[in-house]
């Protein structure tokens, strides 16, 4: 097979939500349906089941909820498939933002009975800016909820984008019958759910003038539904393919993940609208996906994937040309040639040792330490580098140590190699010894699994002590002078801290002890990252 019939097969996205709107459910039955797995469980699913493939963190178990991006993949249709479930917890947003760069669409999920929830609209926001194709999946239409034109007419107005419903549902409230196809018009039943979604839903598919299927759902349904189509296609958006490539318009679906109704129409017609691999910017120009040349970036660096051999993976997205195992590559940030071993793809925390891979997919990589977040690698023949991965400023702080003075060594190991995921900032404070650190998150729920994660990876018990700033700025005098505690007027005003590359920052507790520092100190300069060599 050709490089751009490898190309052409491959489908890369990310799924998007609120928490709790069914997102990690969504992912599992996909792979239930594309058979990567024969049984499918819940994470709300009693011990004696099993939790969703995606959460693969035993504090992801335990807590119910997505806190790191995971990758899947999967064959289906004569696609191959990259999903990358992402947290939906706004504490841990700046992981989902850079998985973002890594996808060609995103799949929006929404809790039909909450509609557009607040970090559904963050998300979007990020997926609008970067002109990501976008698909909605209207969820848990087993329970009571909205009017499905409410929730049409909500995704439109909240979020400013139009919509196109690729089906409807057929029933009333809560005990919906099946769904409606726009596009085959064509209507589809579902049996009983008597497997709980742990198994394939049975259907049965009708003409939409079927008298079979008018006796099934009850005239009164049939004249309901028939009302609701001509409204749509009188008064509602009509399908436009340029519109959905280009993130104008989102195709929007009716479903329940936990029972599997409209789960696999979903997929099927994601497949078939959903744009393959996308150029990529870099400093050299457009980057087109069937350049023979290699071309990937690192979006993500996980420690611990597999505790027992304290593993640390840099999954990469690969852009363009063909991926050999032990192939030799130039690393941007280095200027080095190296060879990309052990390479693997992925199941969650399954994983498997691969030999070639193609743009769109998602590999994972052996680091011992030398990728970071970011980094481009290369053809050594064609050497550039990508754009620039967006990077947010820290509003939580505490000091961090461990109980046992005994286990320094551990700590330092463990509070490094869980910074350079991305999760979390480090901070060195001034003059204060070297027996702490001062971390910085985007959310409190970081810490936590900060402190969960150095008791269960490294052993380390640790004491953590919220700090009440809110405000770190990077700081530089014009004219190279040294930014110090002697030098800096105000600077006892915050706590004075250095990066990991011994950059001054300060953290202060508002933006109105910032002016006061700025007011006194006319040739400092202050940004909310770090200032460009």
Not at 182 to 193: C, G, I, S, T, W
Request: hydrophobic share 40%; with cysteine; proline share 5%.
């Amino acid at each position: 097979m050709t490089l751009t019939e490898e190309i052409s097969k491959r489908r890369t996205f990310a799924i998007i939500s609120h928490p709790d709107a069914g997102k990690t459910t969504l992912t599992e039955k996909l792979l239930l349906y594309g058979g990567a797995i024969h049984l499918a469980g819940s994470i709300k699913s009693r011990k004696t089941q099993r939790h969703a493939v995606s959460d693969w963190m035993e504090i992801e178990k335990q807590r119910g909820i997505s806190v790191t991006s995971s990758v899947l993949q999967f064959d289906y249709g004569g696609c191959r498939i990259n999903i990358l479930d992402t947290p939906g917890h706004q504490d841990f947003s700046e992981d989902t933002y850079r998985t973002l760069m890594a996808v060609d669409s995103a799949v929006m999920v929404l809790d039909a009975a909450k509609g557009v929830e607040a970090q559904t609209k963050k998300l979007f926001k990020v997926c609008r800016e970067r002109r990501i194709p976008i698909f909605t999946f209207i969820n848990k239409l087993d329970r009571y909820g909205k009017i499905p034109l409410d929730l049409l007419d909500e995704v439109e107005n909240v979020l400013g984008i139009r919509a196109y419903p690729m089906n409807f549902p057929i029933g009333v409230d809560g005990k919906y019958l099946g769904v409606y196809d726009r596009q085959k018009n064509r209507a589809e039943l579902f049996a009983e759910d008597t497997t709980h979604g742990q198994s394939e839903r049975i259907s049965e598919i009708f003409a939409p003038d079927d008298k079979k299927f008018i006796k099934k759902i009850g005239q009164e349904n049939f004249d309901a539904l028939q009302d609701d189509l001509l409204l749509l296609d009188e008064a509602g958006e009509k399908f436009d393919k340029a519109k959905i490539d280009a993130g104008d318009l989102t195709p929007t679906f009716f479903g329940s993940a936990m029972t599997n109704f409209g789960v696999q129409n979903f997929l099927e017609e994601y497949l078939r609208l959903a744009p393959p691999p996308a150029p990529r910017l870099s400093d050299d120009g457009i980057i087109e996906p069937n350049d023979e040349k290699f071309s990937a970036f690192v979006f993500k660096i996980q420690a611990n994937m597999n505790p027992a051999h304290r593993d640390r993976l840099a999954f990469i997205r690969i852009c363009s040309g063909k991926f050999e195992r032990n192939m030799q590559v130039w690393h941007a940030p280095s200027n080095k040639i190296i060879k990309l071993a052990q390479p693997q793809q992925f199941l969650a925390q399954e994983r498997q040792i691969i030999e070639e891979a193609f743009p769109g997919d998602i590999v994972g990589l052996f680091d011992p330490g030398i990728f970071g977040i970011g980094d481009t690698i290369t053809d050594a023949a064609h050497k550039f580098k990508f754009e620039e991965f967006p990077t947010f400023p820290p509003e939580k702080f505490a000091r961090v140590s461990a109980k046992d003075t005994m286990k320094r060594k551990q700590f330092s190991k463990g509070i490094e190699q869980l910074t350079q995921e991305g999760a979390i900032q480090l901070f060195y404070p001034v003059g204060m010894g070297n027996d702490s650190y001062v971390v910085g998150t985007v959310g409190t729920l970081q810490f936590e699994v900060l402190q969960y994660r150095l008791k269960a990876e490294y052993g380390v018990d640790v004491l953590l002590t919220m700090l009440p700033f809110e405000v770190a700025r990077w700081l530089k005098f014009e004219g190279g002078e040294k930014v110090t505690p002697a030098t800096l007027r105000g600077a006892n005003r915050g706590m004075f801290v250095t990066d990991r590359i011994e950059n001054p920052v300060l953290l202060v507790e508002n933006e109105w002890a910032l002016g006061w520092i700025r007011e006194n100190n006319p040739k400092l300069s202050m940004s909310a990252t770090p200032f460009e060599n």
